[in-house]
């Protein structure tokens, strides 16, 4: 079991290293401490949406190489999860709900967590929520929750190879009538050398899954953990969506822009910026400006 994992710890460490350009919208960008918005927030609200994604790492400190490492155990079932949630969990979720986003994604979320996780965004306000986790038997289970303050539906969403050793975290989506966009939150999966390419095949079916709703005249924001950087060959670039992205990882030494929010052509992205956590992923976050406003 531990050359297995030692094998496999060499291929994620592998596939975590690329380099790669995408359209990104033409938006400002930063670093930001959102104490600066909260007394705003309602203001704010009224003129634009906050988006954001962020990859949790399952509350699991991410400060640097040491703590990376450690937290593979987990990945690979070497170590569990306590039954009841963590204090590094409750306080990315805290991390994220301070945004003042509208709309939420939250990527690493262990399965048995869910329901608590979404009882604290009910308490944070985000009382419309869909979730998806992982079955794994090698890999860890984990799932994406994605929220929203305003009223929404959730959307059936599934993607082709989840639950294999390079499946990723899973994939939900709601749908928010007040502005007619569908919201997916999605986590791919990883590549290394002799492994299955698998994330090219997911991208596919998102680009379909998007096309299908536009066709239901809906616009459509998609978010999470992409684990790539390059976009701009793929599926995605016919829906032409506007991007927001920046280096998230690894959060000591943010290199890669793993995390993406891509935006409807019907969208404007006004900002665009990132947060701290104790993840190993910064947040990213959007503003985007709707027809409706």
Not at 187 to 199: K, M, S, T, V
Not at 255 to 277: A, E, V
Request: with cysteine.
């Amino acid at each position: 079991m531990r050359v297995l994992f030692l094998v496999l710890l060499f291929a994620v460490s592998f596939s975590l290293f690329h380099t790669a350009v995408f359209y990104t919208a033409g938006c400002s960008a930063s670093n930001v401490n959102f104490g600066h918005y909260a007394s705003q927030a309602e203001r704010r609200l009224k003129l634009s949406l906050r988006v954001v994604t962020y990859n949790t790492q399952a509350g699991l400190p991410g400060t640097s190489k040491l703590e990376l490492l450690k937290a593979y155990r987990y990945v690979f079932r070497l170590k569990k999860f306590p039954i009841s949630v963590s204090p590094g969990m409750r306080q990315a979720v805290i991390h994220a709900t301070q945004t003042n986003a509208d709309l939420l994604c939250l990527n690493e979320i262990p399965a048995q967590w869910i329901n608590t996780v979404l009882g604290l965004l009910g308490e944070a306000g985000y009382t419309y929520s869909a979730t998806s986790a992982t079955n794994g038997l090698v890999r860890w289970s984990v799932g994406t929750i994605v929220s929203s303050r305003h009223p929404a539906q959730s959307l059936p969403i599934h993607l082709p190879r989840e639950n294999t050793l390079q499946g990723g975290g899973g994939t939900a989506a709601l749908y928010v009538p007040r502005i007619n966009t569908a919201f997916v939150g999605t986590h791919l999966g990883w590549e290394a050398p002799g492994f299955p390419r698998i994330i090219s095949r997911q991208i596919d079916f998102l680009a379909d899954y998007c096309f299908q709703q536009k066709r239901l005249g809906r616009n459509v924001v998609m978010v999470g953990d992409f684990n790539t950087e390059d976009l701009s060959k793929s599926s995605l670039v016919a829906l032409a969506f506007a991007e927001c992205t920046q280096p998230t990882y690894p959060r000591w030494e943010p290199q890669k822009s793993l995390d993406h929010i891509l935006c409807d052509p019907r969208l404007s992205i006004t900002h665009c910026g990132t947060f701290q956590g104790s993840s190993d992923h910064l947040g990213l976050y959007a503003d985007i400006k709707h027809p409706s406003s």
